[in-house]
C-alpha cells in the first residue's frame, strides 16, 4: 500500500496520463512523445522522470535515444487495490447517531 500514493501523484497529471496511455501501445523515445503530445522534450523528460521515479516507467537505450515501455505489473496492482476498495462491505457505523451528536 506504500507504493499507492506515489503512483496515484504520478497519473493525477493529465499529461503523464496520456503519456501512460501512449507507452501501453507503443513504446516511444522522448521526441515522438512530444511531438505526439504537443509538448516540448524537457516538458516530456521531466513527466517521465516522475513516472520513473514512480516505478510506472523504464527506458531501454536503443541507440542514442531511449524508448520508454509502461511496467503493467505496477497498473495491474495499482487496479487490484481500486477493486478491492469498491468490493468493501458498507456496514453501520460502529459509533451511532449519539456519536455524531457529540460533535455538533
Known sequence: MERTLP??????DESRLKIVKLLLQYNYCVGALARELQLTDAAVSQHLKVLREAGLVSGAKKGQYTH????REQLKALATQFTH???LAKEECPHGEERCKEKE
Do not use: P, R
Not at 503512483?7 to 493525477?12: F, I, N, P, Q, R
Not at 520508454?68 to 511496467?71: F, H, K, Q, S
Open 68 to 71: 520508454y515501455a509502461v511496467d
Open 85 to 87: 476498495l469498491a468490493g
Open 7 to 12: 503512483l496515484l501523484k504520478a497519473l493525477a
